[in-house]
């Protein structure tokens, strides 16, 4: 089977790592998340859990009354390690990238299969809720933070030329088809080539 890329972009509480996750288990083909955020720390020379906190966030974009100052903000400095690195790595073999914009990085690739995991809001509330064993309220603010959160990193770093959900190969509603269900179709979207 000749190299496939595979990008996972996903609305916050929708499970898009748990799907990878599984995915790249049944595949047997690496899987790179959270680990790309590490590897782009260190290159930028940042503290993990500073760089944690950057991570799929805008610059804050200091401005004085005299010059703006963008030229090197550490999370735009991070973002350029990030792109580096998921450029890196779809040169080398198949494997699965969560978020990190890699669907637009990735855009020009032939070989690269672009997925958008969404669900209904009640039930990225719920999970999250769940998972983090908070009220609901708390959840739904966490969702809707993090959603924002999402469409401006993607709107800033692309110049607002792409938007997370769109742009997509596959758009998959976790809400209706489960964890398994997504990974069944995104299974069966690997191994058969396009035609």
């Known amino acids: 089977m000749n190299k496939k890329i595979i990008t996972i972009c996903r609305s916050f509480g929708a499970e898009g790592h748990e799907i990878g996750k599984e995915l790249s288990e049944r595949l047997g083909i690496p899987l790179y998340d959270k680990d790309l955020l590490d590897m782009a720390a260190k290159k930028s020379n940042l503290e993990l859990n500073h760089a944690a906190t950057l991570d799929e966030q805008i610059s804050k974009k200091i401005i004085s009354h005299y010059f703006l100052m963008s030229q090197d903000i550490e999370s735009d400095r991070l973002f350029r390690e990030e792109t580096h690195l998921i450029l890196q790595l779809a040169e080398r073999d198949s494997c699965i ?33 769940e998972k983090y064993g908070i009220s609901a309220e708390a959840a739904g603010k966490t969702v809707r933070k993090m959603d924002t959160a999402r469409k401006e990193f993607y709107r800033y770093y ?8 769109t742009n997509k190969d596959i758009v998959l509603n976790r809400g209706l088809f489960g964890i398994k269900g997504c990974v069944d179709i995104l299974e069966y979207a690997y191994k058969n080539e396009r035609p």
């Open 97 to 129: 990238i969560v978020g990190r914009m890699a669907d637009y990085i990735l855009r020009e690739r032939t070989d690269c299969l672009k997925v958008f995991i969404t669900a209904p809001y009640d039930v990225r509330v719920g999970i999250i809720k």
């Open 158 to 165: 692309s110049n607002g030329k792409w938007k997370q959900e």
